[in-house]
């Protein structure tokens, strides 16, 4: 963390936005199958925007299936959580947790959870590094920033589960 002479401080990193998955050609093959035949049945039962959905749905899954993720910087300053070019002030910030496991043998990668003030997905996940985590925790305990329990929602374990 660097900290300057006006007590200013910057601390940055960066990851990437998603975890790159592997996915087999019949992965594809089975969402092919199941859209096909979700618009199939849709088009019998004369449901055309269904089946339009589903396959607009389809395209748009398999392609983010295949793009590459992009890397996001992220950045704790003076004025809160930079990123991208979105600023998450430290008074909308409600609340924050760490999530690090110390067994050797876990596959739990350290995340930051933050709880904004956000309606729409007021709690953030951010992958970091373990030798940043100690200096994201004093930053926010100094900023009296609430330490609360946070864990990824489960519908981000079945997605991940599906292969997501």
């Known amino acids: 963390m660097n900290r300057n002479e ?16 592997e996915r087999s050609q019949d992965w594809f093959w089975a969402l092919g199958i199941i859209v096909a035949t979700g618009s199939i049945a849709s088009i019998i039962f004369e449901n055309y925007f269904f ?3 589903l396959i607009l749905g389809g395209l748009l899954l398999g392609w ?19 990123i991208r070019d979105r600023l998450y002030p430290y008074e909308s910030i409600k609340a924050f947790w760490i999530q690090i496991d110390f067994t050797p043998d876990s596959n739990v990668k350290p995340i930051f959870f933050i709880h904004s003030e956000r309606a729409f997905m007021p709690v953030l996940s951010i992958p970091i590094n373990e030798e940043i985590a100690e200096d994201i925790h004093s930053i926010m305990t100094d900023k009296e920033i609430a330490e609360v329990e946070m864990k990824e929602h489960p519908s981000e374990k079945i997605m991940e589960a599906l292969g997501f």
């Open 64 to 82: 983010f299936a295949i793009k590459k993720p992009d890397t996001v910087v992220y950045e704790l300053n003076n004025k809160g959580l930079q």
């Open 51 to 53: 089946a339009t959905l």
């Open 6 to 21: 006006d007590n200013s401080f910057k601390l940055t990193w960066s990851a990437l936005e998603y975890e790159e998955k």
